[in-house]
């Protein structure tokens, strides 16, 4: 079972940043919070993941609270391309990766 | 960066033919590779999980004998769904692991970008 919760959609204007929150409270001390998304049709595309600090690189950002139990993931300037399901997954080397449901994200102009 | 590449990206079949689905890692060795199914509308369902040189493990609920695994090498991973039904119909996605080591700690998983099956 997936060990993540997320909000099934959430609306985001165009040029705004896009915060998408995710629960993880059960995570375990050796496991990454990733993100993946995907849009129609197509393979997940990964998008960032970290441990314990905030990560950034060219796509995202991720914050990751101290106890380690929720992350949000931001999109600085969402576009339309941005228009996906988004998942956020724990995970480690090892274990089988586990999809949750999502969150359907729409950027809208 | 790393690329997963999956054949073919769309197959249509007849009810009871087999179907091969291959999935490489194009410039990375993948000790593990996983297969997903995806429905219309929703989300990714792990199959199994594929270690190079051994079986298949496979979730609960799915037919090892129906979906046949082989992971011969580091670059390949191949997807058979044996006597198709239109039941079997999907969308079905590989990802492979990006480190080599069996160390603890981060690693990239890739993803393919699936194959449709579609069943008559």
């Known amino acids: 079972d997936a060990k993540t919760t997320q909000p099934t959609s959430m609306d985001c204007a165009e040029g705004r940043a896009a915060n998408l929150p995710c629960n993880h409270s059960?995570?375990?001390?050796?496991?990454?919070v990733y993100w993946y998304r995907q849009i129609h049709s197509q393979g997940p595309q990964y998008i960032i993941h970290?441990?314990?600090n905030n990560e950034t690189n060219e796509m995202a950002s991720l914050i990751i609270t101290e106890d380690r139990k929720s992350s949000t993931l931001i999109l600085p300037h969402a576009t339309l391309r941005d228009t996906a399901v988004y998942y956020c997954?724990?995970?480690?080397?090892?274990?089988?990766?586990?999809f949750g449901a999502g969150t359907i994200l729409r950027v809208k102009s | 960066g790393a690329v997963v590449s999956q054949h073919p990206s769309w197959v249509i079949c007849k009810s009871g033919t087999s179907v091969k689905i291959e999935c490489r890692s194009l410039?990375?060795?993948?000790?593990?590779m996983f297969w997903y199914r995806q429905f219309p509308k929703q989300s990714l369902m792990l199959m199994a999980t594929?270690?190079?040189?051994?079986?298949?493990t496979y979730e609960q609920g799915v037919e090892k004998d129906k979906f046949l695994i082989n992971h011969a090498s580091l670059t390949l991973s191949t997807l058979t769904v044996t006597s198709a039904h239109p039941e079997d119909s999907s969308f079905y996605i590989c990802?492979?692991?990006?480190?080599?080591?069996?160390?603890w700690g981060t690693g990239e998983l890739f993803f393919g970008e699936g194959s449709r099956l579609t069943v008559l």
């Open positions: 410039d990375f060795q993948a000790t593990t």
């Open positions: 594929s270690n190079e040189g051994s079986k298949a």
């Open positions: 990802s492979a692991d990006s480190r080599t080591s069996g160390a």
């Open positions: 059960t995570i375990s001390g050796n496991e990454y």
């Open positions: 997954i724990v995970w480690r080397y090892g274990n089988k990766l586990v």
């Open positions: 970290g441990l314990k």
